[in-house]
């Protein structure tokens, strides 16, 4: 009998040690589902956030699609600005270009643009713009001539029906601001809403960034 019961005690410590491994197993297999289970989730998550994006995205872009950026520009200033609101807000840009270009020497401008001006003459534009029902917001951009919009853009808001719309201006100028833009802007568009324009001096163009920003938020329009 004294010789059996380290047998038996050995078989009962041999049992005990099969239960624990078993036992062991178990929470094993058990820790690794739930694991699993949540590495799922994770996963399915990323995938419902990732194809979240694109949507958002393209939903900007539909937004700022509606956007058309219209300038005249003799000297380039205008352009230049015009250049960055495209790139601040993604909408479609379009340079407004007379049939007869403004002479390169600086007087010689002067002087037609005071006689257009006086005249209330519409230069003719080679310049053609389709599919305008498509835009919702205007930025319309021109130098300040005589204290308000040049001539090829009196032309533009002349030639197109803008109900509906709402139109931004902005200006280069030499110290004259906005001027009457947008008094002449509204008199020459009555169906569009005209809000609030920027206006920046010719010489600082290249450093509006922040100017530009500014104001592109402010009317909500920035591309991000």
Same mark, same amino acid.
């Given at each position: 009998?004294?010789?059996?019961?380290?047998?038996?005690?050995?078989?009962?410590?041999?049992?005990?040690?099969?239960?624990?491994?078993?036992?062991?197993?178990?929470?094993?297999?058990?820790?690794?589902?739930?694991?699993?289970?949540?590495?799922?989730?994770?996963?399915?998550?990323?995938?419902?956030?990732?194809?979240?994006?694109?949507?958002?995205?393209?939903?900007?872009?539909?937004?700022?699609?509606?956007?058309?950026?219209?300038?005249?520009?003799?000297?380039?200033?205008?352009?230049?600005?015009?250049?960055?609101?495209?790139?601040?807000?993604?909408?479609?840009?379009?340079e407004l270009e007379p049939v007869e270009t403004y002479p390169a020497e600086y007087q010689q401008t002067?002087?037609?643009?005071?006689?257009?001006?006086?005249?209330?003459?519409?230069?003719?534009?080679?310049?053609?713009?389709?599919?305008?029902?498509?835009?919702?917001?205007?930025?319309? #951009?021109?130098?300040?001539?005589?204290?308000?919009?040049?001539?090829?853009?009196?032309?533009?808001?002349?030639?197109?029906?803008?109900?509906?719309?709402?139109?931004?201006?902005?200006?280069?100028?030499? #110290?004259?601001?906005?001027?009457?833009?947008?008094?002449?802007?509204?008199?020459?568009?009555?169906?569009?809403?005209?809000?609030?324009?920027?206006?920046?001096?010719?010489?600082?163009?290249?450093?509006?960034?922040?100017?530009?920003?500014t104001w592109i938020g402010g009317l909500g329009l920035h591309r991000?």
């Open positions: 009998m004294v010789r059996s019961i380290p047998s038996r005690l050995l078989g009962l410590t041999s049992c005990s040690h099969k239960e624990d491994g078993n036992n062991m197993k178990e929470h094993s297999i058990w820790f690794w589902g739930i694991a699993e289970f949540f590495f799922m989730v994770a996963f399915f998550i990323g995938i419902f956030i990732s194809c979240k994006v694109p949507v958002s995205q393209a939903q900007a872009a539909e937004t700022n699609s509606k956007v058309l950026i219209v300038y005249f520009s003799r000297s380039g200033n205008t352009r230049e600005l015009a250049g960055q609101i495209q790139t601040a807000t993604g909408g479609k840009l379009v002067v002087n037609r643009a005071r006689q257009e001006l006086a005249s209330g003459a519409c230069p003719p534009l080679k310049t053609k713009i389709d599919g305008m029902d498509a835009y919702d917001v205007i930025l319309l #951009g021109s130098p300040n001539w005589g204290g308000s919009i040049a001539p090829p853009v009196k032309t533009f808001l002349s030639e197109y029906d803008l109900s509906g719309k709402r139109i931004a201006p902005f200006m280069t100028h030499g #110290g004259s601001g906005l001027g009457r833009a947008s008094i002449d802007i509204k008199s020459l568009a009555p169906q569009a809403t005209v809000i609030d324009g920027l206006a920046v001096r010719g010489r600082e163009v290249r450093e509006a960034r922040r100017e530009i920003e991000d």
